[in-house]
């Protein structure tokens, strides 16, 4: 069946460090990704997003590409800051009608 | 987009009784799903809810204890029946708005988070 696998956290960093949280999948066909954030007390929002392979999504300085070869699409961030300790969580779509399918999520505490 | 209430926001329930999430959108959709996030969890998906028929449940869930009404293409409740402590989870209403592109955003509502006693 089609499944995400993130890697475990808590990641612990300090502010301006580089991040990578690493996201592998598994589906039929050709899935949409996606990386949604919680940040304490919120609802879950979506960050960024790509739907076929090689496009790379992005914002608020968190990117990430569609890589069909290794099945992956992994969150990086060149400098992280304090106000992006959150819960990450990768997930895919196989289509319009589906529901999203999410990964065990990845905890990301910044220190200043 | 979609903007997406639920009622209530939390609630603290006896084991045994049951209780109603109401979800309701500002927009018609098609597809409107409910999820379940336990503590330090991720996301599950419990059931598709489907207007004019039958929730589509999950492997692991059932009608008995989640029933789930789509009266419209705006609204739906769920109910956990029965509760006990395991229950004790947030639960999230969410919908697929057409967009432009070959896939179809889902957009989230705040939750609802639930403790059973």
């Known amino acids: 069946g089609n499944s995400v696998t993130q890697m475990e956290g808590p990641v612990t960093l300090s502010e301006e460090a580089f991040l990578t949280i690493n996201c592998t999948y598994t589906?039929?066909?050709?899935?949409?990704l996606f990386w949604y954030v919680q940040y304490p007390g919120e609802g879950l929002q979506l960050l960024l997003k790509?739907?076929?392979?090689?496009d790379k999504g992005s914002n608020k300085g968190f990117e990430a590409t569609y890589r069909k070869e290794t099945t992956s699409f992994h969150l990086e961030k060149g400098s992280v800051q304090v106000s992006d300790s959150a819960v990450y969580f990768c997930?895919?779509?196989?289509?319009?009608?589906?529901?999203?399918?999410f990964g065990k999520g990845t905890t990301l505490s910044v220190s200043s | 987009s979609a903007v997406i209430s639920q009622k209530p926001s939390r609630d603290i329930c006896q084991r045994g009784t049951s209780l109603t999430i109401q979800c309701q959108v500002d927009?018609?959709?098609?597809?409107m799903f409910w999820y379940r996030q336990q503590p330090g969890q991720s996301l599950t998906l419990i059931a598709t809810?489907?207007?004019?028929?039958?929730?589509?449940?999950e492997s692991g869930f059932v009608i008995d204890k989640f029933p789930i009404s789509r009266p419209n293409l705006t609204f739906s409740t769920l109910t956990v029946s029965n509760m006990s402590p395991e229950d004790s989870s947030i639960y999230l209403c969410?919908?697929?708005?057409?967009?432009?592109?070959?896939?179809?955003?889902?957009?989230f509502g705040p939750g609802t988070r639930l403790t059973v006693l």
């Open positions: 969410s919908v697929e708005v057409q967009g432009q592109s070959s896939y179809n955003e889902q957009f």
């Open positions: 589906a039929t066909g050709y899935p949409s």
């Open positions: 790509a739907t076929k392979a090689d």
């Open positions: 997930a895919l779509k196989t289509g319009a009608g589906t529901a999203l399918i």
């Open positions: 927009s018609q959709v098609t597809m």
């Open positions: 809810a489907n207007q004019g028929s039958e929730a589509t449940y």
